[in-house]
């Protein structure tokens, strides 16, 4: 049997209903897969990690759903259900595109190219690896979290590859997918913590740790503030690649949580906020610094 799918894409308003409950009223009408993003690269917290206990707000969700061609079913069939299902406007543009797995496994191998931050490289776990004594980390997308493309990853990765992090202990707060903690182990960090609310966060992280070997003594992930704040450590650095609001609500959390003279890296900060971000921690941090890429920045001082 051919293995092939009906690939429907379509926007909807963001207000309207949660991710959740898209993905689960899709699939009671024999939706296989739902995915979203922001639908323009306007909207401000696209791709971007996550606060704790925070939901991406978006005004206008783009939507890509896949279907089984194979099923007996016609595909205007399918889309009238959506826009009945969805309450979407009758003239609702619906694209379709016929995926076959050969062609999506392909695609999606074709996307994720090996990616250099200063003296780390990022490779997918299908690429050849090169022979010389480059520093890698081996990434494989999934779980809905990062793998190294956003601008504001990029400029904590580049940032993070600089530092001189050998025996040092670091917290990344946010963890996600957890590339700046495995990144931070392999470029010789000696304790590094990992924490996110969102325990498929944290299963992402393992899993990514145990894809580059990390030890389970180098590299702790943890649920909470309330967990990271019970075991007193005093980091060498926290880098945080959240959203700028939090980045300033936690700004007591964060100061706890580093020693003396440690410092702290942010992103996820629009250069539109970055005024007021500087302006927040002008009083509590030493050396501030910017660095930019895109629309977004990176801040980082010193204790």
Known sequence: MDLS????????????IEFDDLSDTLAEIGALST?????????PDVDCELALGQTPKWSSIKVVTLFDKNIDINIDTIKSQII?????????IITTNTVHEQDWQENFRQEFKPQQFGRLWVYPSWHDKPTDNKTIMTLDPGLAFGTGSHPTTKLCLE?????????????????????LA??????????????????????????NASMNNIPKEQLHTLSGVEEINSLNINADILIANILAEPLMNLSKTFIQLLKNSGKLAMSGILINQQERLINYYSPILKDLNVKSHDDWCLVTGNK
Do not use: R
Request: hydrophobic share 45%; glycine share 6%; charged share 15%.
């Open 84 to 92: 009945k299902t969805l309450s979407l406007p009758l003239n609702s």
């Open 159 to 179: 940032w993070l590859a600089h530092q001189p992090l050998k025996n040092m202990t670091i917290i990344d707060f946010g963890c996600g997918s957890g590339i």
């Open 35 to 43: 995915t979203s993003e922001a639908a323009y690269k306007t909207t």
């Open 5 to 16: 799918w009906w690939e429907l894409t379509f926007t909807i308003d963001a207000n309207n």
């Open 182 to 207: 495995i990144a931070a182990c392999i470029l010789g960090a000696k304790k590094v913590f990992a924490i996110d609310h969102d325990n498929q966060a944290l299963i992402a992280t393992q899993e």
